[in-house]
């Protein structure tokens, strides 16, 4: 596991606070990988990035990716889940989601838009299928002179089918396919040091090291 410092850091866990941003520009630094599994639960409460960065958070369905985001993230969180609730809050109950999905995204990305154009930090759902999202958010923060990192859920698949079946939703088994596919090769290319595409930094994550995880903050460099 390699730490070099890409504006990302952890509270807690002895790795360094960044160094001044500025500073940083001078020189190509490696990505950050960091891997927080398999502590039993002693991760960080905090993952803390420089101010006016993008994160983005994938991983399986049902592998805790809405619950970390609406404990860590408040109110920087854009999860395409709330554009779901919030169309099943208008719509009979007989009404399969599949109807209504495309207005559901289109909500979502509609707002993931208006989030980005306001300039400030943002932490983006992702369901690990939808590379141009990430690729999107990696144009921005360049855009910006700022960085994209991820975290990424890993869970097994038992659990994320479990983690399904307690919050009342499933996938079906060829879109579960699809997902563990698309989230197994992540996985596997963060192992080895490879990030996708225009990510500074990424942070692995098992259900204890999410569990532990209290926050998700941006902070101005010094």
């Known amino acids: 596991m390699t730490f070099q410092h890409t504006g990302a850091y952890a509270t807690g866990t002895g790795i360094p606070a960044p160094r001044a941003r500025a500073r940083t520009r001078r020189r190509r630094t490696a990505p950050l990988l960091r891997d927080l599994r398999e502590r039993g639960g002693r991760g960080p409460r905090t993952l803390a990035f420089a101010a006016g960065d993008l994160v983005v958070v994938s991983g399986l369905p049902g592998s805790g990716k809405s ?15 709330d554009a779901r609730e919030r169309w099943e809050t208008r719509l009979p109950g007989f009404v399969p989601y599949a109807v209504y999905r495309p207005l559901a995204r289109a909500a979502h990305y509609a707002g993931l838009r208006r989030a980005l154009r306001s300039g400030r930090s943002v932490v983006v759902h992702d369901c690990g299928t939808q590379s141009w999202v990430r690729n999107w958010l990696a144009r921005e923060a360049r855009r910006r002179g700022r960085a994209l990192h991820l975290i990424l859920l890993d869970v097994t698949p ?4 479990e983690g399904q079946r307690e919050r009342g939703r499933g996938v079906s088994g060829y879109a579960f396919a699809r997902h563990r596919r698309a989230v197994g090769r992540m996985i596997g290319s963060v192992e080895s040091g490879r990030l996708p595409r225009g990510c500074a930094s990424a942070t692995l994550l098992d259900r204890d090291a999410a569990g532990a995880l209290r926050s998700i903050a941006f902070r101005a460099a010094h």
């Open 67 to 81: 619950t970390l985001m609406r404990r860590a993230a408040g109110g920087l969180g854009i999860d395409s889940q």
């Open 158 to 161: 038992d659990a994320a089918r």
